[in-house]
């Protein structure tokens, strides 16, 4: 499957970006979905992450309550909404698809391409 991640850009502290992962070659509704996030000099880190059915959602504690992963199996897509959004969420943000967990980068078996988000202070 080959995953397509877009909507990164620049935008202020406090500001909103929805990202977006589309795929070809496999329909994304068998497969659990994520976004990682890495900035710079440092490790590739879990966002958040989304069940197949779209029913159970899981985020890392510095995003909870401000990112909202979904997913539109019809559309073969994966969106990340970001509001509030602070400087230390600068990185290039991943989609990611895997058979097997949500939460470890280690068990994603495709990649999309990343998307660079920054935020200014």
């Known amino acids: 499957v080959q995953l397509q991640a877009c909507g990164g850009g620049l935008v202020q502290a406090g500001g909103s970006l929805r990202l977006s992962c589309g795929a070809s070659?496999?329909?994304?509704?068998?497969?659990?979905m994520g976004w990682f996030r890495q900035a710079a000099g440092k490790e590739r880190a879990f966002v958040g992450g989304?069940?197949?059915?779209?029913?159970?959602?899981y985020y890392a504690d510095s995003v909870k309550g401000r990112f909202i992963i979904s997913r539109d199996n019809a559309k073969n897509t994966v969106l990340l909404q970001m509001n509030s959004l602070k400087p230390e969420d600068t990185g290039v943000y991943y989609c990611?698809?895997?058979?097997?967990?949500?939460?470890?980068?280690?068990?994603?078996?495709?990649w999309g391409q990343g998307t660079l988000v920054t935020v200014s202070s």
């Open positions: 989304i069940s197949r059915s779209g029913g159970s959602t």
């Open positions: 070659g496999r329909t994304l509704s068998s497969l659990r």
């Open positions: 990611a698809a895997s058979t097997r967990a949500i939460m470890y980068a280690a068990e994603y078996e495709y």
